[in-house]
């Protein structure tokens, strides 16, 4: 939380109270002054029982909900780069700091700052140094039913018809499990755990004929190596650890439970939405469904990612060895954080912080409870909306440096 941003928005709240209407409320009324007594409220156990405007209650519900979820993006994020710094040689110049300052910030003493510095000693740009980075992408989605709970809440209507969520996703966001098969120029998201049938870029392990040079897991290189187990740097033709961009004009299977991003060729089953869901076929009342929404997002469904690293057998392995293990550890945290989960809470928290003003802007309707508990939840969102911007640049920084010295 950031107290200045706070005194900032309570002191300006209750001003809106003037202007719209011919005079401002007296400064004895007990409205300004209960605006002025603040929100302590918005830490206590139950919400729900906090005598505040619906509209408000909801925005410091999804605060809340935001400032423990954004806390926790940031605590891992944190960890993950100091543990890469602290591993490769770094010197600690970031425990000392304030919250803001500790992952990433313009001295470049942040954890993340150092860790990029330090994996761009380790792997310079100029060195011929062959390293492949092979990423078994995990992926969020927003839980549905949560979401179809925000229909209902937000309506008048007796039946709601929301529709199904494919319906609802942003296009090219949905995954789903393919009948049939998954359509050219579409991917299989595959898996450690659940390998996907690839014929085309495989992001991460290959396991099968790679068309172009296989990187083995033991450092060594072969040429359109039929019995590839590395990662190929052209077509796969077999089963992919990761994510598989198909060029087969017909589709590929891309095996059980695994999904597919893009299109089926037929019918599909098992759809989710990695992003937002639009508004249902119903009326709804748009200000709740934007804070509602937003808030499932506080809490999404996550696959993790999972990173392997193999280093060229003709390099000093062992002195490469820290690389390796470290980014294995670590990499794959601040990939979710800048692709899945830091990337969600972004753009819900700016969804939310519209939605926020929107209630400002009826701040003359409002009580001085709610104008008081409304300042206050406008400077949670608007605080952890720049954390979590921080944090996910910080992530993708360290991201793309070792996407580029990669294979």
Not at 55 to 69: Q, T
Not at 164 to 177: F, N, Q, S, Y
Not at 377 to 382: C, K, L
């Amino acid at each position: 939380m950031r107290p200045f941003s706070r005194l900032v928005r309570i002191a300006l709240w209750p001003a809106i109270l003037c202007g719209a209407a011919a005079s401002c409320v007296s400064p004895d009324s007990p409205l300004l002054q209960e605006s002025v007594e603040g929100c302590d409220e918005i830490d206590s156990a139950d919400l729900n029982t906090v005598d505040v405007d619906p509209a408000v209650r909801r925005v410091m519900l999804a605060s809340v909900d935001f400032s423990v979820a954004v806390q926790a993006i940031e605590e891992d994020v944190y960890t993950a780069c100091a543990n890469i710094a602290l591993d490769l040689g770094a010197s600690d110049t970031w425990s000392g700091l304030d919250a803001e300052d500790r992952v990433s910030n313009g001295d470049g003493s942040g954890a993340c700052d150092q860790a990029a510095v330090k994996l761009d000693e380790w792997l310079p740009a100029s060195a011929e140094l062959d390293v492949a980075v092979c990423y078994s992408r995990g992926y969020c989605y927003v839980d549905y039913d949560k979401q179809l709970e925000c229909d209902t809440e937000c309506t008048e209507e007796t039946t709601c018809q929301p529709g199904p969520v494919e319906t609802r996703c942003e296009p090219g966001a949905l995954l789903v499990e393919c009948d049939v098969a998954c359509a050219a120029e579409a991917s299989c998201v595959g898996s450690a755990e659940r390998p996907a049938n690839c014929m085309g870029k495989c992001e991460s392990e290959c396991q099968g004929e790679c068309k172009g040079t296989c990187f083995h897991a033991d450092g060594t290189k072969t040429e359109n190596d039929p019995n590839c187990r590395g990662k190929c740097s052209s077509s796969c033709n077999g089963i992919c650890r990761g994510k598989c961009k198909i060029d087969e004009p017909e589709g590929v299977d891309c095996g059980a439970e695994v999904k597919c991003q893009g299109a089926c060729t037929t019918t599909y089953t098992d759809p989710v939405c990695t992003t937002k869901c639009g508004p249902p076929a119903c009326t709804v009342e748009e200000n709740c469904h934007e804070v509602c929404t937003a808030r499932v997002s506080a809490n999404p469904v996550c696959v993790p990612t999972t990173v392997d690293v193999f280093i060229e057998a003709e390099a000093e392995i062992n002195t490469l060895d820290p690389v390796r293990v470290t980014l294995e550890e670590n990499l794959p945290i601040l990939v979710d954080a800048a692709e899945q989960k830091g990337r969600l809470a972004v753009e819900a928290l700016e969804r939310l912080e519209a939605a926020s003003d929107d209630v400002r802007q009826n701040a003359d309707n409002l009580d001085g409870k709610s104008v008081a508990c409304g300042a206050e939840s406008a400077s949670r969102v608007t605080g952890e909306l720049n954390t979590i911007r921080i944090t996910v640049a910080a992530s993708a920084n360290v991201v793309a440096l070792c996407e580029e010295r990669s294979e």
